[in-house]
């Protein structure tokens, strides 16, 4: 089963595959990884470059250490990078390949469900900048990327939720299929039933193709809609130092963007008390308090989404309804 992505006129092929062909194919590329990866998959691997893992590992710092193995193996821009690992790996060394020469073949093998649904597809790349998020980055979409849902097995429980959030992200913003599944399949989804997991990332990673081809760059406010539960998410994660995963930190965002959307009266209250119920019922922390809100409220100012003065907030007035709006702080300020 394959996919195929368009944006800005690059394409990229998503294809589904065994670990076995998995092999074969990085074979032909130059990989780097994460020491997390090297620990349970490095029979698969022979990276150039292995950082440590972790949100802190997005610097400039490693986006350089990766660039200095390329030149050290002297690669040219004809040849492929690929990068195996979760959303920090996807992120960082896509950065690389869009500046190495000016931009080299580019393969992602996500390894955890949040870069397959997420961070694969899209051609969006970045490192941290002074602890806030992405705030330096392109836009370069990979040519090829490889979906082993094999390798979803060895993920801790809290890894496999980080990625879950942006599915039901997903499922809010589009409805059925995947809607229905989230609500109906729960167990199974949880359980991490194969043949499901397979059918949920197929539809998931459908919904933000269809997103993301209508609006390549963000210039037309249409991929915006992908920034559901995002813009609270990101201020919580800069504002307590990243103790949130960015599943949790999203699932929150989007509690509070409902409750927001209820207060100025755009959002249907009975839907923003289910999807906030559901959040609950697939374990997220939609209940938490911000304490530093003077922390939050200067996090949420940098949000790389700001125009002059204006944070654009995405909002939903029902399921599949979803709206770019200009929140007005102090509403976000009596929510907190």
């Known amino acids: 089963m394959s996919t195929i992505c368009t944006l800005s006129g690059r394409r990229t092929i998503i294809e589904y595959i065994t670990s076995k062909k998995l092999k074969s194919i990085l074979n032909d590329t130059l990989p780097v990884t994460d020491d997390h990866i090297m620990e349970h998959y490095g029979n698969l691997i022979t990276p150039v470059c292995v950082l440590k893992p972790g949100e802190q590992e997005k610097t400039q710092a490693n986006l350089l250490k990766i660039i200095r193995e390329l030149m050290h193996h002297e ?46 597809v899209g051609g969006k790349t970045g490192v941290d900048y002074r602890g806030y998020k992405n705030l330096l980055g392109t836009f370069y979409p990979a040519g090829r990327v490889l979906i082993c849902p094999e390798l979803l097995g060895t993920l801790s429980e809290r890894e496999f939720k980080n990625g879950l959030a942006e599915v039901i992200k997903h499922a809010l913003l589009s409805g059925s299929p995947l809607y ?29 193709i269809n997103i993301v081809e ?43 963007a409902l409750e927001a959307g209820v207060l100025i ?52 007035k029902q399921l599949a309804d979803t709206v770019l709006y200009p929140l007005n702080l102090q509403v976000v300020e009596k929510i907190l």
Request: aromatic share 6%; net charge neutral.
């Open 180 to 208: 229905d599944t989230v609500i109906r399949d729960q167990k199974k989804i949880l359980s991490r039933d194969t043949e499901c997991l397979e059918q949920l990332i197929h539809h998931s990673l459908q919904v933000k």
């Open 214 to 256: 209508q609006d390549p760059e963000e210039q037309l406010g249409i991929r915006q809609l992908l920034n559901f539960g995002h813009t609270f998410g990101h201020a919580l994660e800069s504002s307590t130092g990243l103790i949130f995963s960015h599943g949790e930190a999203v699932a929150w965002g989007m509690a509070k």
């Open 75 to 120: 690669a040219s821009r004809d040849m492929t990078l690929a990068a195996v690992g979760g959303g920090v790996i996807c992120d960082i060394t896509s950065l690389a390949a869009s500046l190495y020469m000016r931009g080299m073949q580019l393969v992602l093998v996500p390894t955890t469900l949040l870069a397959m649904v997420d961070a694969s």
């Open 265 to 316: 009266g755009l959002t249907d209250k009975a839907y923003a008390r289910d999807t906030i119920a559901l959040l609950k019922s697939y374990g997220y922390p939609v209940d938490h308090k911000v304490e530093e809100r003077e922390l939050f409220m200067k996090s949420l100012k940098h949000d790389k989404k700001r125009r002059k003065q204006i944070i654009p907030f995405i909002l939903q």
